[in-house]
């Protein structure tokens, strides 16, 4: 090559740089300049959620709801908390129904276009949650620009926006009904997503919207693998299989081989603890930090707001204003409903919302506990039912339950006692969930009496069926078969038998099942 060649070369390469430099200073002020708002938030907060709650109440106040609990003579919390009462999903639902029957002002004055599929309700397979463009653009939307600019304000020197952001979504299409939408609340937030915004991430939104997994998972790891990501965010359990393909695809022994400006992955939606060790081997550096942000279809709650931190800045001036239960008294004719100015350290709450999409004093389900006051930080510690979402597969007991009863009657036999755990993803295993069940009949055939069972969880939560879907993030069920009294046996031994002491059903971890597998011998 001629030297006036080779100079041309190294010359565009610079300007490139420079260019990409000069993008990320730009970026990185811009984002930052929204420290400023947080900081009111920071120093004001019980001011700053009141003013949005009597905000919300004035602009709802000529819709149905509104007027049903007269929104125009409320003028305090305390009036709020008197007249709306604290309802669940399936108190909430029928309300929701005629909104995506196209019906208008029912709930919210502007007409709701968008609903957040999800699994996890009581009665139903999924639950539709009502997504408003105020939600998309200062709940959603805010919250994604909110993330980036905490990290850089911890992080002067981060080169984020000199290469991309590889976002993994959900893989759920959008369909329409009666002129309203639904779907997964990931392929909402992509379908609406600024043109510009296609720029600044990868895989293409052709590819982060296809619906089928097997396809989407190449599509991405042929899309990406020659990209500068710089940042990635999703959730633990399906980011975890897609770059195990990416090493196997690139016959590579990390992913800083891959992509070596990587800096830092945001996750959130289940617990990281269980993939910690994991993701320190794929990215192999101590300066790659991790980022946990806490969203739901409902709306984006907390953010973590400092380098190697475990917990979340609680969010004040998204649109959501928010009271918690306390689980002591959780369910009780008099529980005690108390807003962020009276909550306490290092107790657990149900956390209900109000929102600007109209979700009045709902009761979202999960629990947290509060790590600060000054700011208000949390953890998340759970769910206000039993459950297991290891794998973002949100099962509840209900499900269970359901299932396990079908397939007695299917097959003609009788359990006495059950629990689940999850089967943690180590190296390139995938998870599963390890069920031991007491019978007083066993099935003939153990192994069909599985496959039925996995199969009805399946037909009733749509989050389990999608983690399901050919073994991709969890491989079928593995089922054990208990010993006669083995869970009698089991809580006697604890000091435990009696009509208050139960077999926990589903867990997040494996405590009680390796106990009780170890007494099974």
Known sequence: MKLKARISIFEGI???????????SIASWFLKKRIHQIELFLKFPN????????????????????KNYDFSSITSYEEFCVRVPILTYEEFEPLIQRARMGESNVFWPEPIKWF????????????????????LENCHYKAGKDMLCLYLNNNENSQLFTGKSLRLGGSKQLYEEHNTYF????????????????????????????????????????ET??????????????????????????????????????????????????YRDQYNRLFPSDRFKYYETYNASEGFFAIQDRNFANDMLLMLDY????EFIDMDTYGNENQKVVTINDVVLDKNYAIVITTNSGLWRYQLGDTVRFTSLDPYRIKITGRTKHFINVFGEELMIENTDKAIALACESFGVRVLEYTVAPVFMKDKEKGAHEWLIEFVETPQNIEEFALYLDRKLQEINSDYEAKRHNNMTLNPLKLNIAKKSLFHDWL???????????????????????????KNI
Not at 14 to 24: D, E, P, V
Not at 47 to 54: A, F, H, Y
Not at 183 to 202: Q, R, V, Y
Not at 319 to 322: A, D, M, N
């Open 183 to 222: 779907g997964d609340l990931s392929a909402i937030l992509i379908d609406n997503l600024p043109f510009w915004a296609e720029f600044s991430s990868t895989p293409s939104h052709k590819v982060s919207l296809m619906s089928e997994w097997n396809q989407k998972m190449k599509a991405i790891v042929e």
């Open 492 to 518: 006697n031994d604890k000091g435990k038998l009696g009509g208050q002491n139960k077999i926990p059903r589903l867990l997040n971890d494996r405590s009680v099942l390796e106990s009780l597998l170890k």
């Open 225 to 274: 693998q020659k990209v500068d990501v710089t940042s990635l965010v999703g959730v633990p359990s399906w980011m975890l299989v897609m770059l195990n393909q990416m090493l196997e695809n690139t016959h590579s022994n990390n992913l800083l081989e891959i992509w070596p400006n990587a800096e830092v992955y945001f996750h959130g939606g289940v617990s990281f603890e269980p």
């Open 319 to 322: 649109g959501i204003f928010y």
């Open 47 to 66: 001011e700053v959620q009141n003013e949005l709650l009597l905000s919300l109440i004035h602009k709802a106040k000529n819709t149905e709801v509104g």
């Open 14 to 24: 610079r300007k490139c740089n420079m260019a990409l430099s000069l993008i990320n």
């Open 116 to 135: 957040a599929k999800s699994s996890g309700t009581t009665n139903a397979k999924s639950k539709f949650i009502p997504v408003s463009t105020d939600a």
